[in-house]
């Protein structure tokens, strides 16, 4: 059976080896996620904010500590893991103080004596999830599911077991009774069974395109419920009308985010034409002044992508789109795991940097004519997860409010995810969604009661 391998990806440092699970022992953990459920979803959401508000303190009191392992395990900037951290403790607090009345009972008036809409927690429910937010997409999807009743399984990135462990023992040292919240320590060619396993419920997964598809005929094949929160290509526009300040001070950080490797970064920025004469050059300077180094150094802007493999990915997409006719302006080069911020122009339907999720710091830059031929190009492809637009019009941000196919809309702001909103997208970025009460109400069984 694999080993689980840890690497610094800042100097491919072997942090540890973490063993799988035997078969065996992923049985029992099963077991006891299920015996857990049929004791745990009893108990009052009283009960869980009180645990679930204890998990929030020590997420906050622990920030940095849990912050240095986040940036060892997959490279982030230490300032950017400890945000991460502390956003963390909101989404928790967040359920502890919500989860009770997105929950309760609905009374419906028909011709019967009483009808009521009820949700109940579902069971154990499979969390896949990514290294890029190893604390975060852990959260969000635990945070609701938890308060609802239900038990959790988490299968993490197999270069963040750190992480998935600490996770566990977070959940233990908040109160929650064992089995609750659980690590499975496994590789991914495992999981199929784990989700054919008659105590199962549901799976969650974040992930890539290739994942959602397997995940989602696994989940099909036994009809069991699954949500899918995949790639993204976004959008970033700039209208001729739009603050060019606002814009340029957003575009940093709405690409360069952990690296660029987010699933609702700025990939795609779309410029109309006037505006793009003043908005490039300004972007290139400020681009120049980011510091790229140790991740754990205070000033680092930008540390390692997580893994050497994943920097070559990016170096073969931007090399690749340069081939086809895009014009390399900064960047460009890779040292090991670092990848250089990269600015493209000319860029076109066709190229990888347009069609493909570029999770690395590249920018990939175009031309239009009009807000109709920019909502045109945003719209031209395959994901839709989010879309931010940078316009003073209220008919162009109308435009694109009403005619981008996104899971998100977000007018001279950058697409971020909180808990009070639902998250999700449409297309080949996937279906379902988290957070808010839309989030919440994705694992449980919503009951129609009916009484004459």
């Known amino acids: 059976m694999t080993i689980l391998k840890s690497i610094n990806p800042y100097d491919s440092s072997r942090i540890v080896n973490y063993p799988q699970v035997s078969d065996m022992n992923l049985v029992v953990l099963l077991g006891r996620a299920n015996t857990a459920f049929n004791t745990f979803r009893y108990t009052s959401f009283e009960q869980r904010q009180g645990w679930m508000n204890r998990l929030a303190v020590i997420l906050r009191e622990r920030s940095r500590e849990l912050a240095v392992l986040i940036t060892k395990e997959m490279g982030k900037p230490l300032t950017e893991a400890e945000a991460e951290v502390k956003k963390c403790a909101w989404v928790c607090e967040y359920y502890a103080k919500h989860a009770a009345q997105f929950l309760e009972k609905r009374v419906v008036e028909t011709e019967a004596e009483e009808s009521v809409v009820m949700y109940q927690p579902l069971g154990p429910i499979l969390a896949i999830m990514p290294w890029n937010f190893p604390f975060w997409q852990v959260f969000r999807f635990a945070a609701p599911a938890v308060m609802a009743g239900n038990t959790a399984l988490l299968k993490h990135a197999s270069n963040v077991q750190g992480c998935a462990g600490a996770i566990e023992e977070l959940f233990s040292e908040a109160g929650f009774q064992e089995g609750v919240f659980q690590n499975l320590a496994i590789s991914s060619d495992r999981v199929a069974g784990v989700i054919g396993n008659e ?26 419920k699954c949500v899918l929160e995949l790639g993204g290509n976004n959008a970033f526009v700039v209208l001729n009308d739009a603050n060019q300040e606002l ?52 000033e ?33 080069h890779r040292n090991g795991a670092f990848y250089e ?48 637009v940078f316009t ?36 080949k970025s996937g279906f379902g969604r988290e957070l808010s009460v839309e989030g919440i109400r994705e694992f449980v069984n919503i009951k129609t009661v009916w009484i004459d």
Not at 205 to 210: I, K, M, P, R, V
Not at 251 to 280: H, T
Not at 304 to 331: F, H
Request: aromatic share 6%; charged share 25%.
């Open 392 to 427: 003073q019009s209220e008919s162009s941000a109308s435009l694109f409010i009403e005619g981008a196919e996104e899971g998100a809309v977000f007018i001279n702001s950058m697409v971020k995810s909180d808990p009070r909103l639902p998250f999700g997208g449409i297309k």
């Open 300 to 332: 680092t802007d930008i540390g390692p992508l997580c893994s050497v493999k994943q920097a070559q990915e990016v170096e073969k997409q931007v090399r690749d789109s340069v081939e086809q006719g895009a014009k390399l302006i900064t960047g460009g």
């Open 199 to 224: 105590y199962v419920r549901a799976v969650t997964l974040t992930g890539s395109e290739a994942a959602g598809i397997a995940v989602a005929s696994e989940a099909g094949r036994h009809l069991k």
């Open 247 to 298: 814009a340029l001070n957003i575009a940093l950080p709405a690409r360069l985010q952990n690296g660029g490797q987010s699933c609702i970064a700025a990939k795609r920025f779309i410029l109309e034409s006037w505006i793009a004469e003043d908005f490039v050059p300004e972007l290139v300077k400020r681009v120049g002044q980011l510091s790229v180094g140790d991740p754990m150094e205070e």
């Open 341 to 388: 911020p990269t600015l493209l122009l000319g860029v076109k339907p066709g190229m990888p940097v347009f069609d493909e999720e570029v999770f690395g710091p590249v920018f990939a830059i175009m031309e239009a004519d009009s807000p109709e031929k920019a909502l045109e190009l945003a719209n031209q492809s395959r994901f839709g997860l989010g879309i931010q």
